[in-house]
T-cell receptor, first 109, second 110 residues
Framework: SQTIHQWPATLVQPVGSPLSLECTVE??????LYWYRQAAGRGLQLLFY??????ISSEVPQNLSASRPQDRQFILSSKKLLLSDSGFYLC????????FGSGTRLTVV | KQEVTQIPAALSVPEGENLVLNCSFT??????LQWFRQDPGKGLTSLLL?????REQTSGRLNASLDKSSGRSTLYIAASQPGDSATYLCAVKNNNDMRFGAGTRLTVKP
């Protein structure tokens, strides 16, 4: 069966520090992968999606970037975090429907 | 660009009531529609997936309908329980991405 792993679960980082969140999928090949952000009390905003290795589409201009170095690995990064980057980050892959990871709560202080 | 709206934003009901959550979307050319549940601080759990060719899906006390032409979906919860308290999210898939509504926060009181 397909599973999706996302880590870390929580992260507190100072402003200006770098960020790396990792997401991996098991049990499927060449999945479409997604990064979403959920700000407090708001809906999910699509940040990036990838249909294959090295293929990244960005939805909104922002302080973040994404990479897909391997078929089942999707990484969300930032060189210098801003306070506004705080939020709940979710990774997902799509098969028949979408399956989400358990999320990372990022607090930038 | 697809826009997804959910009403109401919040709902509080006594235990045992049947309830309906609403979702509307602006672009009817969807591949599928999915309802999720999110508990506080947690990820999303898929409840029901309706393909664009389907009208409804059922799972236990949950029933989701889809009217693609009018851009609407409803999630019906029968005999609500306190354990149903959560935020319910509707999402529609066009092309390679999925757009979400802001959710309905449901509270079921014992």
């Amino acid at each position: 069966s397909q599973t999706i792993h996302q880590w870390p679960a929580t992260l507190v980082q100072p402003v200006g520090s770098p960020l790396s969140l990792e997401c991996t999928v098991e049990g499927t090949s060449n999945p479409n992968l997604y990064w979403y952000r959920q700000a407090a009390g708001r809906g999910l905003q699509l940040l990036f999606y990838s249909v294959g290795i090295g293929q990244i589409s960005s939805e909104v201009p922002q302080n973040l970037s994404a990479s897909r170095p391997q078929d089942r690995q999707f990484i969300l990064s930032s060189k210098k975090l801003l306070l506004s980057d705080s939020g709940f980050y979710l990774c997902a892959w799509s098969g028949a429907g979408y399956t989400f990871g358990s999320g990372t709560r990022l607090t930038v202080v | 660009k697809q826009e997804v709206t959910q009403i109401p934003a919040a709902l509080s009901v006594p235990e045992g009531e049947n309830l309906v959550l609403n979702c509307s979307f602006t672009d009817s050319a969807i591949y599928n529609l999915q309802w999720f549940r999110q508990d506080p601080g947690k990820g999303l759990t898929s409840l029901l997936l309706i393909q664009s060719s389907q009208r409804e899906q059922t799972s236990g006390r949950l029933n989701a309908s889809l009217d693609k032409s009018s851009g609407r979906s409803t999630l019906y919860i029968a005999a609500s329980q306190p354990g149903d308290s959560a935020t319910y999210l509707c999402a529609v898939k066009n092309n390679n991405d999925m757009r979400f509504g802001a959710g309905t926060r449901l509270t079921v009181k014992p």
